[in-house]
């Protein structure tokens, strides 16, 4: 009975603050809270919601979804998250990436070994705690006791690190989860989060050390029977040679690594369009989406759609044009929100109207998270970006004879992209600013530490991209 009573005695204190006392402005005596936030790769809203009503999350508020970037996968999604702190453009969608600028593909397994190639210079970098890169690697070698043994250990470093630690607001990273939801399914997740939610009720009973957690995941995880999606076959039907590098306009690179709903192609300058054709109506192609000029091209077998966006006094605005069909459903909603008076005259609308209007849309927040996956998310974005089906997912042959795969993410589509963001008190969720998403996440989380984020980390900003100049994120 007693930690009940101290959370409701917390969450009142919070709403009604006793003689004045504010955070900014603590009673003689007692302590700031620290804030501790923890990512847990891969845990999905629709899970959490499940576990939070059948009591098993006791010591948080009810969980909120987080729309995360496009692909829905861990370094767009940490990228983006973490931009505010000066996390640079990603090199790659996943570990195993192709290199534009030195025409070849580059990291992989041997890669994600080292700290130097794997976490210096890049988001990862910027978690207090960030698990090691052999026992992340080494877990996949051993399905089912690697996720579940690098989970235990992780979260007793976390709780050593977070302990010994003074970091005002100290942020860890839990990776054991996604390989987890992806080849031992829901139980050892729930697991997993059960084990975080018993910690941070001790944590919470210590009145010495006051300190607020947030929990917030990366991306979704779609739990579904799966089956392998066609693009390699519809692309050789087409003409095209895959391969690991461009040698002439028949070339194409499809760098595959994890198991996945989203693929990536990299083609000769002018062929997107050829590409993008070859897969509408592939097995388990939802759509295909390419730059060219200063527009982005969806295609699929709903249609062909044209996006644009402009941006002023540091508000982004985008446009959506069906040319045939209506490949992301948006017909319906852009006609509300013209009829509500959001469209300027040539049609354009803020990228926060449209993330209201479509936050619980098959497709959350479509039109932003496609731009911003074009538009500085990755140092060298794809000439192709595919979003597979649910249900389907393309990849590593490797994985895929000794993973059974029980769910995955990848897609622009709502289970996969969205993640979660729980929190042990109210302050994060009041007053109601609109959905969570990648980018809004860490600006709110300070928000309600300090008042302000902090300067970006110096060394993360100097750092060069290797391959292209990064364009700033939208906002
Ligand atoms: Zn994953």
Redesign the pocket.
Known sequence: MKQPFVLAAAVLLLLFPLGGATEENPPVGAARPRTLVICLD?VGYDLAVEMHRRGELRHFLPPAPLITSFPSD?NPGLTEMLAPLGAPPARGYEDHYFDTAQNRVRGGVFHRLTRKHFIEGTYRALFHYHPNPVRMTAEYAAPVLGPWLNGVISLARIREEFKKSREPVFFAYFEAS?LAA?INGAWLVRQQVRAFDGWVGKLLADREHPVRVILFSDHGNDPRKMRAAELAGALRRAGFRLGGAIKDERSVVLPQF?L?STAVLYTAPGREPAVAEALRGARGVDFAVYRRNDALYVVGPKGTARLEAREADGTLRLRYRAESGDPLLLECILAELTAAGEADPEGFISADAWLRATAEHIYPDPLRRLWASFHGLMAQPASVVVSLEDGYYTGSWLLDVFAPLQA??GNLRRAQSRGVVMSTDLGLFLPYRGPFTGANLLPRIFAVHSGSVPAPAPMLVALPVEGMAPAPLSP
């Open positions: 891969g861990t996604d992806h994890g996945v995955t993410h």
